[in-house]
């Protein structure tokens, strides 16, 4: 049996009901934590406090011991001394007593005394007379050797043997006695209070152990028992009395009701994902139309060029300015359908940008509202011009909703410790507490149906998140409202100055190119047809990513290939990574796509280490495709 078999099987460690503890992996309940936790101190404790004790016992023992060898040795002297006192008062020659008899008398006498008292004492000894060995005694001792040994050679062996001793000589009878004692002899006497002191540090230990059980299993281990038994019933469980316990019962009330709000929501937010995909499906869709529109509009409108039409192109240029709306609008779609990242070239300039709204935002106020601008020049942030224009617009729209009569909108914008802050106050209605946590909920409106989409405000909050900034709300019923936005402060670089280019370059012809177009949408492929012959380029046509490989296999030696990423088949990304691997012949690629998110890992990274790939949005206009024919044409030269 191992040692953790034998460990579990323990009755110590049995639940109350005599079923063993069923531990996953070295898992422990809190109660038996604690008990283990107790015993391993407390053993600590006691062992170090008998080896403490022990070392302090010892040290007394031995000092007790010499001062006691002192005393013996002191009283066994004072004896010799009064014996030899005797032996000078009775020697008077008037009673006729020889002093040498009286002399041998008194010492033998003298030695007697010393041996019974040493006896007496049972300490070990050697007494000597004239330096040879009269009576000796070991008491509880290790067996020493003693065939006439001196006293010198004795203090030798004994110091040898780390014994302590004490030597006196007394002159007059011409004895020696030696007393001495070992550690052991010494300490055994203080045993019995060391096991004394063991025992009952044990049985109070076992007390305090009892004690601690106790007091946990019915402070901590019913109330624990009572609260996990309500959770495992799917219930929310009562009060226990315990500070720790009760704060505990609050957390997890507060966990399931937000459990439960979150189970409210999914149902919303498979719908917005739902709504995300379809909207960027069908912008994608509305993008080509447009493209469709605006490629067919640059055909007309060279066409009526050529017969002097000015009336008909001012009315194209109306279509086209139209068309780029629609597209911005469906940029804006795109935008709030994904969480794309913001571009790092994007360096704007806030306060400048609120100047130049001032006007139109006056004009779309009523007149019983008063707007009031404060800002300075040189805010940067990392947002572009529309997203901070969108954030503007829709912030000052919702604080006009909120005046239902005579008020004051304020925006103020300034620089705070690094950061770039837009703050929108009202007079308004204001809002209460439940409405300012749903304010940026997608789809989430106070205002009457018909009036509002709720995508306002969320579209501003998924702005400022992707800017990495901050939104802070105050408002309080019948007392307005305060939007504080802050966003990181970026360094604004003045534009470059490109110099002037000589009117000879900008007429300069485009050298005829060799031009591959690849779209699935055959509207697009004839104006790309139409467009480029105007310029006399050679133009191939394909309208699938496997038509197009066909083609370059047959004559690889293109200028140039526009091609289209969302495609059925093999898709214009599987084009891309063929054409990348094609080592020998150095293609500029320029890719054509309706969305507005990011380009896939793969594509993204062939895209660093590619020189001549670009990208166009739908829809495009036809000065950029002549902007990038021309700078592919120089590169020829």
Partial sequence: MTVKAWYLKMPFLRGNRGKTIIMHQKALSLGRYIIITYLVFFLLFLIISISLLWKSIQHLALKNNEVYLETVSYKARLLLQ?????????????????????????????????????????????????????????????????????????????????????????????????????????????KNEIYLFFCAGIFLALIALAVTYFIYYYLVGRPLERLTKSLSANELPGPTGIFEFDHLVEIVKKALDRERRLVESLAVSEKLVALGTLAGGYAHEFNNLLQVIIGNLEVASIACQDKNCPKAQDKLQTIKEASLRGAALANKILTISRTEKISAKYETDLGKILKDLEESLSHGLRREIRLTIDTQEGLGVHLSAEQVQDIIVNLVSNAKDAISGPGRISLKAYAERGNVILEVSDTGKGMDEETKKRIFDPFFTTKAPGQGTGLGLFAVYQLVKLAKGNIEVESNPNHGTRIRIILPQQSISPPPKKPPKPAQELETKIKPLRILVVDDEQSILENFRE??????????????????YEKIKKDPNFHIIFLDLSMPGKGGEWLLREISKQREYDYHVVLMTGHTGLLSSETTKIFENKKNFKILHKPFSWTEIKKILKEVSSCLK
């Fill in 82 to 190: 009064n014996t030899y006192t005797d032996y000078l008062l009775s020697t008077n020659p008037a009673q006729q007593i020889f002093p040498r008899e009286m002399f041998l008398l008194r010492r033998t006498e003298a030695l007697t005394k010393l041996e019974n008292f040493f006896k007496t004492k049972g300490i070990s000894f050697v007494i000597w007379l004239n330096k040879d060995l009269f009576s000796y005694h070991v008491h509880n001792s290790p067996k020493i050797a003693l065939k006439k040994p001196s006293p010198p050679s004795l203090k030798k062996y004994l110091q040898n043997k780390d014994i302590m001793f004490k030597y006196v000589y007394f002159d007059p009878f011409k004895i020696s006695f030696l007393v001495f004692r070992t550690k052991e002899e010494a300490i055994t006497p203080f």
């Fill in 531 to 548: 467009l480029l012959n105007l310029d006399k380029h050679h133009v191939t046509l394909a309208s699938s990513a496997e038509e197009a």
